[in-house]
């Protein structure tokens, strides 16, 4: 079974910090998602990457993606209170029938 | 353009009752997924579906739990003889198509059993 790994699972910075977040899986994939989740709420879609050497930014957020390394790695620069949340990477195979394999999620405190 | 869409958000039964949780998809997504978030955990895969077809099924239970998606209305996974360990958030997600690409979620069901 794929495993998805992310670390660190906690996370407290201070505002206007810089600091990267890892998710590590298990077996091939080309494809890498990340999600932001606020308490009692859904997941929203972040980035997509679909590539190898794949990097997207947002704002104060970059992900990229290595597939021979089996690693993204999710950046923020800048750290504001409004980034506080619980953030997920997700990895799917089209071989196990699309299904999204997640990671256990990384709960991000930004103090001012 | 509504997303995908769940019902009800919240839920409360007694242990021994069944839960119906509903799920209707993004307008021209036909590819709809559950998964399920215990407390301060990711979300896992349970069921993948088509319209009238179950694709994938593998992180189902296999007592109690069973999901459907009818040709018309909406995905419906059904726990039925609910207990406490089935309290968690259950979000469906749905897709336009099966390969590559990414998952829209709902605004998830809270279930509390009692």
């Known amino acids: 079974e794929l495993k998805v790994e992310q670390n660190p699972l906690f996370l407290s910075m201070q505002e206007g910090k810089n600091y990267t977040i890892y998710c590590n899986y298990s077996?091939?994939?080309?494809?890498l998602y990340w999600y932001r989740q606020d308490p009692g709420k859904s997941l929203e879609s972040l980035f997509v990457l679909l590539s190898n050497g794949a990097v997207k930014q947002e704002g104060r957020l970059m992900a990229s993606l290595d597939t021979k390394a089996r690693l993204s790695t999710l950046h923020i620069t800048a750290a504001v209170h409004d980034l506080s949340a619980t953030y997920f990477c997700a990895v799917d195979m089209v071989d196990t029938g699309n299904q999204f394999y997640f990671g256990t999620g990384t709960s991000l405190t930004v103090i001012p | 353009n509504a997303g995908v869409m769940q019902n009800p958000r919240h839920l409360v039964r007694r242990r021994g009752q069944e839960a119906r949780l509903r799920c209707s998809p993004m307008k021209g997504h036909s590819h709809v997924y559950w998964y399920r978030q215990l407390p301060e955990e990711g979300l896992k895969f349970m069921v993948y579906l088509q319209k009238e077809n179950i694709i994938d099924e593998s992180g189902m239970p296999k007592e109690r739990f069973s999901a459907e998606f009818p040709k018309e209305g909406p995905s419906i996974l059904r726990i039925q003889q609910v207990v406490r360990g089935d309290s968690a958030a259950y979000f469906c997600?749905?897709?336009?198509?099966?390969?590559?690409?990414?998952?829209?979620f709902g605004p998830g069901t809270r279930l509390t059993v009692l």
């Open positions: 077996t091939t994939s080309d494809r």
């Open positions: 997600a749905s897709s336009p198509r099966s390969a590559v690409g990414e998952q829209f």
